[in-house]
């Protein structure tokens, strides 16, 4: 598990170890029989995008033991809702931000391909003009976005209020993640 550091904001990137694999490919086959008989709802998902119904039963997900272990870095915490993302080519997920909530995790079952974008929401409010103007300048000093990139089976733990999307999905697989949310207990 690394920290990391973007736009004063903590970000964690836990790496999918080798005894991942079978985890991984068992919640990959256990989300796309789930799309199967859950019609999905539209959040931020665009074109045809599926977003199961959130739940706050995590006795659904078969690998939930796995999940827990990976996260037990945090300080004392409750998982609160997940749903599952799949998207096709041309699929993407718009802006976004959980309110609501302490923590949000990403849980990788393929490979995002860099398409994940955080957004510095400073300066998506305030600053926008002065990034329009450096946009294009060498040694831009006002990085708006950070795009990230994960494999399938790495985990990505982010402030709830962190705003991010993802790019158009340029593959012709399926991007597949289980998403959530957590709060911490004081």
Known sequence: MTENTIFGTPLWHIPREETDYNVTETMKEWSLEWQKTDKGIKVSNQVNGYHSAGSENFNYLPCFYHLKDRLNFLPKFTFTSWWINIQ?????????????????????????HNSLVFTKPDYEMTRRRLYQSFKNYNNNPFMLTWNWKCSAGDILV?????????????????????????????
């Open 88 to 112: 096709n080519q041309g699929d993407y997920n718009a802006s976004h931000n959980h309110p609501e909530s302490d923590l949000s995790f990403i849980w990788y079952l393929t490979d995002n």
């Open 158 to 186: 982010f402030p709830s209020d962190t705003l991010h999307h993802t790019l158009t999905h340029e593959k012709k697989e399926l991007r597949i993640s289980i998403a959530g949310n957590l709060n911490m207990i004081i």
